[in-house]
């Protein structure tokens, strides 16, 4: 049996059911991100406080460079396995796609750090 609910009482109704499944979502995924360590908090911390070294940085890092990207943060990373470790931040200018306007962009977020081996 039904119960007679006016419009506007199955709007509220279904107002109050949605934000309910919405915040169960979030909750869910709240706790699955904490869980699977979804959250690189050493990339955060080095984008909002920290220079990354260019020599020593994993691709999070480096892709949390604003202006920096996923196909750059790769490009660094191989072209460091190939010729070893950045003398300088001016060596960027080797890697395709990092010219003058970009590496400048770039020098407030990056080190170099010359002790890396």
């Known amino acids: 049996m039904m119960l007679p609910l006016t419009s506007q009482e199955r709007k509220v109704i279904l107002f109050i059911l949605c ?10 995924f709240k706790k699955r991100a904490q869980r699977e ?5 050493e990339a955060l911390k080095s984008r909002f406080f920290d220079k990354v070294d260019i ?6 890092q480096l892709s949390s460079v604003p202006g ?3 196909n750059l943060a ?6 460091r396995r190939k010729h070893g470790a950045f003398a300088g931040l001016d060596d960027l200018k080797n890697i395709k ?12 977020y990056l080190v170099v ?5």
């Open 74 to 79: 790769n490009a660094i990373i191989a072209y």
């Open 97 to 108: 796609g990092i010219k003058q306007k970009k590496l400048e962009q770039f020098k407030n």
């Open 55 to 60: 020599n020593k940085a994993n691709f999070s």
């Open 37 to 41: 360590n979804l959250i690189d908090y």
């Open 19 to 28: 934000f309910l499944v919405c915040g169960f979502g979030i909750d869910c």
């Open 68 to 70: 920096m990207g996923e």
């Open 113 to 117: 750090n010359k002790e890396t081996p």
